[in-house]
Nanobody, 124 residues
């Protein structure tokens, strides 16, 4: 059974940093493109960032480019999202996602497996 468990969310002041982690189990982690999505109050879930199986390629939403960094550790089955220069509009529940990929260097702005989410609140 696939499990994705997010952690690291919380309350942070605008301009501050926060690092999210996602621990994956029940899957061959290195065969999955990993991603982060978020859902703000009253909004639909939206793509944030993705990293390829190898970790060599990343892809970001325009709204977070230059502020957020996604990375992965295939030895620990973890994926991370380092968030810097946070803004109140980054307030959302952040979800970890996984999508099987045949290709080591492909990235996708989609997922077919989800974690339960972790709340990030940015105060102004």
């Amino acid at each position: 059974q696939v499990q994705l468990v997010e952690s690291g969310g919380g309350l942070v002041q605008a301009g501050g940093p926060l690092r999210l982690s996602c621990a994956a189990s029940g899957l061959l982690f290195s065969s999955y493109t990993m991603s982060w999505f978020r859902q703000g109050p009253g909004k639909e879930r939206e793509f944030v960032a993705a990293v390829s199986r190898s970790g060599s390629n990343t892809y970001y939403a325009d709204s977070v480019k230059g502020r957020f960094t996604i990375s992965r550790d295939n030895g620990k089955n973890n994926v991370y999202l380092q968030m810097n220069s946070l803004k109140p509009e980054d307030t959302a529940v952040y979800y970890c996602g996984a999508k099987f990929s045949y290709y080591r260097d492909s990235v996708y702005a989609e997922s077919d497996k989800w974690g339960q989410g972790t709340q990030v609140t940015v105060s102004s």
